[in-house]
């Protein structure tokens, strides 16, 4: 299977910026769409961004103009760095990536999320 590792939460002031990191391991042979979901509390999971193999990118209206998502596909890892944070930013913030992997000799699809990086923006 394909595991999901986020880092690089915490707590940050209104203003400032932090980067998330989420590295993908296991029986990868391609990753097509990496992303960054959040959740607040009392809310539903919401899109943030995404980045396709191609380079194609989707960002939340919110967001648009303080994240960018970026990706190393050597090390099947996606980023996102937050600039400009404000409070309503705060959630956890989750990695998702879909793609192929081999599974038993054979080659399957696979969606894998990570579990979670908290994100608090206060003052």
Do not use: H
Request: with cysteine; net charge positive; aromatic share 8%.
């Amino acid at each position: 299977q394909v595991q999901l590792v986020e880092s690089g939460g915490g707590l940050v002031q209104p203003g400032g910026s932090l980067r998330l990191s989420c590295a993908a391991s296991g029986s990868i042979v391609s990753i097509n769409t990496m992303g960054w979901y959040r959740q607040a509390p009392g809310n539903q999971r919401e899109l943030v961004a995404t980045l396709t193999s191609g380079g194609s990118t989707n960002y939340a209206d919110s967001v648009k103009g303080r994240f960018t998502i970026s990706r190393d596909n050597a090390k099947n890892t996606v980023y996102l760095q937050m600039n400009s944070l404000k409070p309503e930013d705060t959630a956890v913030y989750y990695c998702n990536a879909d793609g192929l992997l081999v599974s038993r000799g054979a080659i399957r699809s696979f969606t894998s999320w990570g579990q979670g990086t908290q994100v608090s923006v206060s003052s």
